[in-house]
């Protein structure tokens, strides 16, 4: 099975770059390992890699995995169109910011 | 209290599944509060998935049709004892539960049908498509429109946000010199979590309201200041309106129109570091209707003067 690999690219917020552990991002998140596991595969979630091959997540990300479920939830799409929802919002509000800050 | 359903989706009564199922896809994409950040939007998301989930629904459909919004209260059984009269349903059912959340996915597993990677994870984490863990809520951001007075003096303003759950009045703290698309944020008053989820956070967006005399950038602003050709010539001190209520300034002898005279720290305030500029562009304005003696000066000034503007000089 062939899993496209959508990367989203958005600017961390201040403070959202502190990294926690994988069973500390599952418990604030409650979302499952395994789940986790796919987001990381999915490019939905970007996870730091430890030498040892342990993985550590940015606070951030807290917050994309909640749009994921909400997304999932609200509109029953796969987690790979997710992907590519979250990609296109964060893309619109970037321009969007834009065109207001260069009509201001 | 609720608002009819088959209107809440756009459709008419007599619509059938398919239309009911398409007008709900289309609504739900355009509110969902991931992809529309106005905090009446997950409003209406909620309602047009309560909707959406009685009507798609034949059996509660026809309950709906029946009793309208007290279609909940009418027990499952219903058809055998309706020649008796509605009156006898009024409080003799069992109450219904609503549904567990405005988020439900009811109605979607049909879509997608290829095996895929959801199939599997849908197999293993818990019953269904939806996941029952708790779910953060979305951020919302409303604007908030102020004049360029109101934003450069800051302090307390009432902000009321109308919706179906009744009005929320919030009281925001304007930073002085808030700039446009500056965002204030209040922690936990965006949307609603399921379950156990935390609420998002409802951010107010400044918007700087277009002024018949300022221009903001940023936190410089820009005022028009209208000189009379004697002024421009000859310099002066001149009054200059400013949104802390006016200052003076000096206009340099021999200024032409287009001239920016620079107040410096006249502009916004920042509360974190230096305050903007102001800018006094000069405009020469001549009298409209001169009298006698203004034509005769000017006709006397066009004789002896060798000044040519058009020569570059």
């Known amino acids: 099975m062939t899993v496209h690999f959508l990367p989203v690219r958005r600017p961390p917020a201040a403070g959202a770059r502190r990294l926690l552990s ?81 009509s201001s | 209290m609720a608002r009819d359903f088959y209107e809440v989706l756009g459709v008419s009564r007599d619509a059938g599944s398919e239309e009911i199922q398409q007008a709900f896809r289309r609504l739900a994409r355009a509110n969902h509060p991931d992809v529309n950040r106005d905090p009446a939007a997950e409003e209406r998301f909620k309602e047009i998935n309560e909707a959406y989930q009685v009507l798609s629904d034949p059996e509660e459909r026809r309950k709906y049709d029946r009793f309208g919004e007290n279609f909940r209260k009418v027990p ?143 936190r410089d602003i820009t005022v028009d200041l209208p000189l009379a050709p004697w002024e421009a010539a000859l310099g002066g001190s001149v009054p200059v309106p400013t949104p802390a209520g006016g200052t003076k300034v000096e206009v340099p002898p021999g200024s032409s129109t287009g001239r920016r005279l620079r107040l410096r720290g006249q502009g916004m305030p920042n509360p974190r570091g230096a305050p903007g500029d102001l800018f006094a562009e000069i405009a020469i304005m001549v009298p409209p209707r001169p009298t006698e003696a203004e034509r005769e000066l000017f006709a006397r000034l066009a004789e002896v003067s060798d000044f040519d503007p058009r020569r570059g000089g």
């Open chain 1, 22 to 102: 994988r069973d500390e991002f599952c418990r604030r998140s409650g979302v499952h390992p395994e789940l986790l596991r796919r987001f990381v595969a999915l490019g939905l979630v970007q996870a730091v890699r430890e030498p040892g091959g342990e993985l550590w997540f940015p606070l951030g990300q807290l917050a994309d995995v909640a749009r994921i479920e909400r997304l999932r939830r609200g509109l029953g799409l796969n987690y790979a169109a997710i992907g590519l929802v979250c990609e296109l919002l964060d893309r619109i509000q970037e321009l969007e910011r834009q065109l207001r800050e260069r």
């Open chain 2, 76 to 218: 499952d059984d219903w058809e055998q004892p309706v020649g008796a009269g509605v009156g006898g349903f009024r409080g003799g059912g069992r109450p219904r539960t609503g549904p567990a959340s405005g988020f439900t996915s009811a109605g979607f597993d049909d879509l997608g049908g290829s095996i895929d990677i959801e199939d599997l994870l849908g197999g293993m984490f818990g019953r269904g498509r939806a996941r029952a863990g708790p779910i953060a809520g979305a951020d919302q951001e409303v604007e908030l429109p102020l004049t360029v007075e109101e934003a450069f003096r800051g302090g307390p303003r009432q902000v009321t946000l109308t919706g179906t759950a009744g009005p929320r009045t919030y009281t925001v703290t304007i930073p002085p010199g808030v700039t446009d698309g500056q965002r204030i944020r209040l922690a936990g008053e965006g949307g609603r979590g399921v379950g156990a989820g935390e609420p998002g956070d409802l951010y107010m967006v400044a918007r700087l309201l277009p002024h018949p005399r300022y221009r903001v950038s940023g």
